[in-house]
């Protein structure tokens, strides 16, 4: 016999013989909640506010209106979105006026300045803002129209079921550059669209656009556009976009090294640096055509489409694949004079269209060469210097503000990476932060699905740019960041959803404490789920009934004898089912079919739900959230301190008026195994 601890701590016996069936069934135990999916607002505001505190109380929605007080088109912005959040968050409609308002305007009006100064809340730093909210009303008083737009985000995050936060705001930006990179591609008008009101609410102020592989007129007129990338009509149509959230459009379309969008299908190789590189990477800066063929038109053409301040030219990991300089003049002339004349012949055409230039550090400051190269450069350059690992500062920003340039930070996704840097970034006097993304020219849907940890770096980003004093958001919570990202990028509305919970206690294969090395994954009590809360339990948004896991089998030996199914006959309609779940192991092949959930209708009909490894479902001790498809769920320790966690997979019934007869899940028994924690059935 073996002990299973059930609800309340009670002892559960199943025979071993139970264990080693080839599949469990059993009838579902239901129990009702009114609050089986509960999406809420979260308490924490992202960006953290210079200064605010909160007192108990709200403003109530009831006869409240908008007023703005002034004709800034960032205040039309701020009601915009004031207006779709009252939509989505709470499917109402923001009136235009009522018996009480939130009232939007600048310290240029004098009747507005006189209250933030009463309030003890005005300020004049640029983009900052005054807000408070009380039984009188809701105000923002920006130190200029940015800042009110900037007040109106904070405010969207004080709205509640109940009515608006009370709260005392001054705020103001740390950084004054905070630039979120984002791609263009066929796919951009799906993504970009969620992307950049999202980056807007986060208090970025630019965008820098990946463009490489636009579909120049020049590029279609020379065969060498690839069939992946924007049109220019979308190149325009993101910027202006952008700008109507208040983000300067930066167009990043990378020279000097980085170049393979101009050799698309097979085209212009003669200009190719290294005659024999097998996949070209630079190009040849000694040949004319190589600017009046390819880069001037490209670069007009830039200008014209996003009508941008400043291009990001690239001009980083030069020497990194090919050899450069290849060619016997470009070596006798050498690698830093090539470096520099390059430059400066892109810098001087943009400049004469009255646009800035912006470059990577790396090859221009590299150790061999940072004596003499930088010395050599435009000093009106902006110089970006990435590194993307976590470190307690950054003098390379003062080497490049001292050599006389505009300097930038810019960060990607490691652990504190992005807080680091742009806490440097204020010490040493930057001009602000990038937050990188790289998921490949056209890999724009994995921002969601695929590489969705890059967005959640989107997150720390505009915390730690608009604050770099802020506590990491890791540090409030581990699961703030993946769960704000979420509801940022796909926002449902608060609401607060009946159901039940199913009692899987009957199909309990393994115990989630391990004090004898026969529960969860035979790894002894260190190394067990026995952090993971039992009985009624809120896990996010949802709420579950938990007692042990439905953990089938797996190749591994400590799972090998598991059961390969375990059916739960539910006889329930649903509007949705939500699955606690998560593997005993891991997988090294991302996307792998470890198993499925088989749902079976009374009227004889059945849906397959897949489970994708890292798709659908992941391993307890993996972290990264590599797709939004499953959503944030419980995070904590082992005891022997590994951070572990579990994932919800919300189910949306396609047939919602049909009865659920059962609910399968099966296993393939590959390395990563499917193990159920928890089933919740939202709505009927």
């Known amino acids: 016999m073996i002990g299973l601890v059930g609800k309340g701590g009670k002892k559960v016996l199943l025979t071993a013989a139970l264990l080693l069936t080839p599949a469990l069934a059993a009838p579902a135990a239901l129990t009702p909640v009114l609050d089986a999916l509960a999406a809420q607002p979260s308490k924490v505001l992202?960006?953290?506010?210079?200064?605010?505190?909160?007192?108990?109380?709200?403003?109530?929605?009831?006869?409240?209106?908008?007023?703005?007080?002034?004709?800034?088109?960032?205040?039309?912005?701020?009601?915009?979105?004031?207006?779709?959040?009252?939509?989505?968050?709470?499917?109402?409609?923001?009136?235009?006026?009522?018996?009480?308002?939130?009232?939007?305007?600048?310290?240029?009006?004098?009747?507005?300045?006189?209250?933030?100064?009463?309030?003890?809340?005005?300020?004049?730093?640029?983009?900052?803002?005054?807000?408070?909210?009380?039984?009188?009303?809701?105000?923002?008083?920006?130190?200029?129209?940015?800042?009110?737009?900037?007040?109106?985000?904070?405010?969207?995050?004080?709205?509640?079921?109940?009515?608006?936060r009370f709260a005392r705001i001054q705020d103001f930006p740390g950084l004054k550059q905070r630039v979120a990179m984002i791609y263009l591609d066929s796919y951009s008008k799906g993504v970009n669209d969620r992307l950049i009101p999202m980056l807007a609410e986060l208090k970025y102020n630019a965008v820098l656009i990946m463009s490489n592989y636009v579909q120049w007129d020049v590029a279609r007129a020379g065969g060498w556009a690839s069939a992946g990338g924007a049109t220019k009509a979308e190149a325009a149509r993101v910027a202006d976009l952008a700008r109507s959230y208040g983000l300067e459009p930066i167009p990043l379309i990378e020279t000097l090294g980085h170049v393979a969008w101009m050799f698309q299908g097979g085209k212009n190789l003669d200009l190719v640096q290294d005659p024999q590189s097998q996949n070209p990477y630079a190009y040849d800066t000694l040949n004319p055509e190589t600017y009046t063929r390819v880069l001037f038109p490209v670069l007009k053409e830039a200008v014209e489409t996003f009508k941008p301040k400043q291009i990001h030219l690239g001009h980083d990991e030069v020497r990194n694949r090919d050899r450069f300089p290849a060619r016997e003049n470009g070596k006798a002339v050498g690698f830093e004079k090539l470096f520099v004349d390059d430059t400066i012949k892109l810098h001087d055409y943009l400049k004469s269209m009255n646009v800035g230039t912006i470059i990577w550090h790396d090859a221009?400051?590299?150790?061999?060469?940072?004596?003499?190269?930088?010395?050599?450069?435009?000093?009106?350059?902006?110089?970006?210097?990435?590194?993307?690992?976590?470190?307690?500062?950054?003098?390379?920003?003062?080497?490049?503000?001292?050599?006389?340039?505009?300097?930038?930070?810019?960060?990607?996704?490691?652990?504190?990476?992005?807080?680091?840097?742009?806490?440097?970034?204020?010490?040493?006097?930057?001009?602000?932060?990038?937050?990188?993304?790289?998921?490949?020219?056209?890999?724009?849907?994995?921002?969601?699905?695929?590489?969705?940890?890059?967005?959640?770096?989107?997150?720390?980003?505009?915390?730690?740019?608009?604050?770099?004093?802020?506590?990491?958001?890791?540090?409030?919570?581990?699961?703030?960041?993946?769960?704000?990202?979420?509801?940022?990028?796909?926002?449902?509305?608060?609401?607060?959803?009946?159901?039940?919970?199913?009692?899987?206690?009957?199909?309990?294969?393994?115990?989630?404490?391990?004090?004898?090395?026969?529960?969860?994954?035979?790894?002894?009590?260190?190394?067990?789920?026995?952090?993971?809360?039992?009985?009624?339990?809120?896990?996010?948004?949802?709420?579950?009934?938990?007692?042990?896991?439905?953990?089938?089998?797996?190749?591994?030996?400590?799972?090998?004898?598991?059961?390969?199914?375990?059916?739960?006959?539910?006889?329930?309609?649903?509007?949705?089912?939500?699955?606690?779940?998560?593997?005993?192991?891991?997988?090294?092949?991302?996307?792998?079919?470890?198993?499925?959930?088989?749902?079976?209708?009374?009227?004889?009909?059945?849906?397959?739900?897949?489970?994708?490894?890292?798709?659908?479902?992941?391993?307890?001790?993996?972290?990264?959230?590599?797709?939004?498809?499953?959503a944030p769920g419980w995070r904590g320790q082992t005891k022997d301190g590994l951070a572990v966690n579990l994932g919800v997979l919300d189910w949306v019934n396609p047939k919602p008026d049909q009865v659920i007869k059962t609910v399968t899940l099966i296993s393939e028994s590959k390395q990563a195994n499917p193990t159920l924690v928890g089933l919740t059935v939202v709505g009927k």
């Open 364 to 630: 221009a400051f590299a150790d061999s060469v940072v004596s003499s190269l930088p010395a050599q450069l435009p000093k009106d350059l902006t110089v970006a210097s990435w590194n993307y690992n976590p470190a307690p500062d950054y003098p390379i920003l003062s080497t490049i503000k001292d050599a006389g340039f505009t300097a930038l930070g810019t960060s990607w996704g490691d652990p504190l990476n992005t807080e680091t840097y742009a806490a440097a970034a204020l010490k040493r006097g930057a001009n602000g932060m990038i937050q990188t993304r790289w998921t490949g020219y056209f890999g724009n849907p994995s921002i969601w699905d695929g590489q969705a940890d890059q967005g959640v770096n989107y997150v720390r980003g505009g915390n730690s740019f608009w604050n770099p004093a802020a506590k990491p958001l890791a540090e409030v919570d581990p699961t703030l960041a993946e769960t704000t990202y979420r509801d940022l990028y796909a926002p449902t509305p608060y609401a607060q959803h009946a159901g039940q919970l199913v009692d899987l206690s009957k199909l309990v294969t393994r115990t989630l404490a391990d004090n004898d090395e026969n529960g969860w994954i035979h790894k002894g009590p260190d190394i067990d789920l026995s952090g993971l809360p039992t009985g009624n339990v809120k896990i996010g948004a949802y709420r579950f009934a938990i007692s042990g896991a439905v953990m089938l089998k797996g190749a591994r030996g400590a799972a090998s004898d598991l059961p390969t199914q375990a059916t739960i006959e539910l006889n329930q309609k649903a509007a949705r089912l939500a699955f606690l779940h998560t593997t005993g192991w891991t997988t090294p092949v991302n996307r792998e079919l470890i198993g499925r959930y088989e749902i079976a209708y009374a009227d004889g009909s059945k849906i397959v739900q897949p489970l994708e490894y890292g798709r659908h479902i992941r391993a307890w001790t993996e972290l990264t959230p590599s797709s939004m498809v499953q």
């Open 46 to 164: 992202i960006p953290a506010p210079q200064k605010a505190e909160f007192s108990a109380g709200v403003l109530p929605l009831t006869n409240l209106g908008l007023k703005l007080v002034g004709s800034a088109p960032e205040l039309s912005w701020a009601a915009r979105d004031l207006k779709a959040e009252w939509q989505t968050r709470l499917e109402q409609k923001l009136a235009d006026s009522g018996k009480l308002n939130i009232t939007i305007g600048t310290r240029a009006d004098t009747e507005l300045a006189a209250k933030a100064k009463a309030a003890g809340l005005y300020t004049e730093q640029p983009e900052g803002y005054a807000l408070w909210v009380d039984a009188g009303g809701a105000y923002i008083v920006g130190a200029d129209a940015r800042g009110a737009y900037y007040g109106a985000q904070t405010l969207r995050q004080l709205l509640t079921p109940a009515g608006l």
